[in-house]
């Protein structure tokens, strides 16, 4: 069996292309990755094992399956891909293993994935003429190099819209809470607020007074004078964009919710809130919460469930989230070449386009892009809204509306009557 540095190898050796190929037209679509496989990685027998080294070099591989999914797909449908992958990673002396003429002619390029190799590639893989896939996290300000760069992580900004929409149109009249973290979240916290509308439509005077709108500065680890906003004859509505830096904020306020158990909570939250081990089944059902979700595959779409089993058979595994992200991407990649290309020199309608729709989908992100500024990169702004209901997670526009508000009432000794 090959260690993972032979199978890293092996990779590089059997997808790199020679360098006079660079300008064949026998391919539809030339792509490369330049991901940690640490090919050169010396290994210290005596000492700990490189862990961190050897979990880049797994996140590679995957992105690789991701990448090879996608161009096995694409071949299918008859279109020739081309792979190349190189080690971002530089040799024992520090020499790079690649330069700006492995890249040159590529329709899209993904990676580096750390951070330091990333700054240090962006102007050879603009030279190039590629599209710049960003598969990580980084400095907004990285993005503004050019409209070459697209960033395929999720934007949080752009799911407050649908939270805020979601909030405006069933929750008028409620009591809502919006509770701030501070911290890390404060920009997104605070772009919330400057788009919340705090007065109603002033065309609509069946609105006045009627929209409801209080904040709780919490922090990190507490939710302020969260409990004393809640109310107990009225519909209460929690809303946090907190990420899982405030995890112990969020874990307050699933008690506060709990000790609450005879007032009506429901809960609008950051997406983050899904991975989090700690939030119960109660806690999500009662409160019917509501997150943003980006990337989800629908396994009970036949075409996805066809494309899923033929990663299956390349891999003998499920693709991770890593192989799905890549495989989107180059996908999104191809769909956008073909869309910009002429249909033939000699029709002279210029309203002819492609059919896209015969050209194999993505199984978990439509990507939907933004641009970051005039001129600048592209960020993933695919999001959509996801509410648990009856012990699972539906898209929240299939989810029946709620019901009108019943005011509890105490009978004699002070106890609530359910209704």
Not at 152 to 177: A, C, G, K, R, T
Not at 227 to 254: G, H, T, W
């Amino acid at each position: 069996m090959l260690s993972a540095s032979a199978v890293a190898q092996t990779v590089l050796t059997n997808f790199e292309p020679p360098k006079d190929s660079i300008n064949t037209p026998d391919f539809d679509m030339r792509a490369a990755a330049i991901l940690p496989f640490f090919t050169h990685l010396l290994v210290d027998t005596a000492g700990p094992p490189p862990l961190r080294e050897w979990r880049m070099r797994e996140i590679a591989m995957e992105h690789v399956n991701g990448m090879s999914w996608a161009a096995q797909r694409l071949n299918e449908a008859g279109y020739n891909v081309e792979l190349s992958f190189f080690d971002e990673c530089p040799d024992t002396l520090g020499v790079r293993l690649w330069d700006h003429t492995d890249v040159k002619g590529m329709d899209i390029v993904l990676g580096p994935l750390q951070q330091s190799e990333l700054s240090r590639s962006m102007r050879a893989i603009e030279a190039g003429g590629a599209d710049h896939i960003i598969l990580t996290k980084v400095n907004p300000h990285l993005l503004n190099n050019g409209d070459h760069v697209r960033s395929i992580l999720p934007s949080q900004e752009h799911f407050l819209d649908l939270l805020i929409d979601q909030i405006i149109s069933e929750h008028i009249s409620d009591n809502v809470i919006f509770v701030m973290a501070g911290g890390a979240d404060t920009a997104l916290e605070q772009k919330f607020l400057d788009r919340y509308p705090t007065t109603p439509a002033p065309y609509d005077s069946l609105l006045v007074d009627s929209m409801r709108f209080d904040t709780v500065m919490g922090s990190r680890h507490s939710i302020g004078t969260l409990p004393e906003k809640l109310q107990f004859y009225e519909r209460n509505v929690i809303v946090s964009v907190a990420s899982k830096r405030s995890r112990s904020m969020l874990s307050n306020m699933q008690m506060a919710v709990q000790v609450n158990d005879s007032t009506e909570i429901l809960v609008y939250s950051n997406s983050d809130l899904m991975d989090l081990g700690f939030i119960d089944m109660q806690f999500l059902s009662r409160t019917k919460t509501t997150l943003p979700v980006s990337g989800k595959v629908s396994y009970s779409d036949t075409t996805i469930h066809d494309a899923i089993n033929m990663y299956r058979n390349m891999y003998d595994s499920d693709p991770s989230d890593y192989a799905v992200k890549a495989h989107d991407a180059m996908l999104d990649a191809f769909s956008r070449k073909l869309s910009q290309m002429p249909i033939d020199s000699t029709i002279t309608d210029t309203t002819a386009v492609w059919d896209l729709s015969s050209l194999p989908q993505p199984v978990a992100t439509d990507f939907v892009w933004s641009q970051v500024s005039e001129g600048g990169g592209y960020v993933n702004a695919t999001w959509e809204l996801s509410t648990f209901h009856q012990g699972k997670w539906c898209e929240t526009d299939t989810v029946p509306s709620l019901p009108q508000f019943i005011i509890p009432k105490l009978d004699e000794e002070g106890y609530y009557i359910k209704p």
